[in-house]
């Protein structure tokens, strides 16, 4: 690597990049599911540490305590919320039907606009679309399932061990690139780490203003509702586009100015989240610029479909992350850096 010059070199890890690339359309979904358990390892561990950290305690009982924690929390969470949730998400389904024809009704009656959409949606209803194919989302749900499943286990077992998978994918590097890589995927790691805790707190925040917004209004299923829009938050503009069209429609159930104000939340809290929330967390966080974000969600959509759309952005930060610190960055580390890991 000494005797090759500074473009042969960022040559040589760009075709190191492209080979990974084409690994990854080949094995587009064992790919996908191995990325959800590297992200989910990330996050066990930086909690782990943290924890380990504070108490003093070895990072495998700690890592141990972390798993125990989020378990027993999550079950806390059924127990608290599970009933009401349920009930709602129930209420949810047989609310839904009524909540397009309360909508179709209004558009048809206050504008040309709405006539024409509610024409439409008869058409459809009549045939036009195949409704027969809803039937096969519920092999994709239980295909999804799987696939969370596999990202468990993998991500809880490259959590117990990372040294010794990193050091085993290093030996898949040349030598002369070891050094490089080896200092790329460190800082790759810890932007992913510094993201997903920003994520996370972003998603609280847009998931508890939007169910109080939602109690406040009298609004229905506000509690299903705002669990969903922290979800629904993690896949940036279009998740909480799709909340936003679903929550209004809910909303029609009730009355089209109920409507009106649901909307009106939905695009305040978003705005609060755009201008105060995530600014205030990206001054310690990994920033993405917004265009990369979006453009993230269609590539990977359209590249791993729908565990893309959702893995898209810690993608992104992974990918932008590692084009900076194998491309763009002049002059290999030195040795001591992969020692010092």
């Not at 690994?23 to 909690?47: D, H, R």
């Not at 949730?85 to 047989?94: C, D, H, K, P, W």
């Not at 519920?138 to 117990?160: E, K, M, P, Q, R």
């Not at 586009?241 to 809910?250: N, R």
């Amino acid at each position: 690597m000494g005797l090759l010059g500074p473009f042969a070199r960022r040559a040589l890890v760009f075709w190191f990049l492209a080979a990974l690339f084409v690994l990854a359309w080949y094995l587009t979904e064992i790919a996908v599911i191995v990325f959800g358990g590297i992200v989910l390892a990330t996050a066990l561990n930086a909690m782990a540490r943290r924890v380990s950290r504070l108490i003093g305690l070895p990072d495998t009982i700690a890592l141990a305590g972390v798993v125990i924690g989020l378990v027993a929390l999550l079950l806390l969470l059924v127990w608290l919320l599970g009933q009401q949730v349920a009930q709602q998400i129930g209420e949810l389904r047989s609310t839904l039907p009524q909540a397009i024809e309360a909508a179709s009704q209004w558009l048809k009656m206050e504008s040309p606009v709405g006539l024409s959409l509610s024409e439409v949606w008869t058409l459809a209803k009549e045939g036009g679309v195949p409704w027969a194919r809803v039937a096969s989302y519920a092999s994709i749900a239980t295909g999804g399932l799987l696939n969370v499943a596999l990202i468990a286990f993998i991500g809880l077992y490259l959590a117990v061990s990372p040294g010794s998978y990193f050091g085993g994918a290093l030996k898949l590097v040349p030598n002369d690139l070891r050094p490089r890589v080896a200092t790329a995927f460190r800082a790759a790691g810890r932007g992913l780490e510094k993201w997903l805790l920003g994520q996370l707190l972003s998603m609280a925040a847009i998931g508890a203003l939007t169910m109080i917004g939602l109690l406040v209004l009298g609004a229905p299923l506000a509690v299903a509702l705002g669990v969903l829009a922290g979800i629904l938050a993690f896949v940036p503009f279009f998740g909480p586009l799709a909340f936003g069209g679903l929550a209004v429609l809910i909303a029609f159930t009730d009355s089209p100015t109920l409507a009106l104000y649901v909307g009106l939340l939905c695009l305040g809290v978003q705005q609060l989240e755009g201008y105060v929330i995530t600014p205030f967390i990206q001054r310690w966080a990994v920033a993405l610029p917004p265009v990369l974000g979006l453009l993230a969600v269609i590539i990977f959509g359209l590249l791993f479909g729908i565990m893309g759309v959702l893995l898209a952005t810690p993608m992104m930060v992974v990918l932008m992350i590692l084009v900076e610190k194998l491309y763009v960055e002049a002059g290999p580390p030195s040795e001591g850096h992969v020692a010092s890991g």
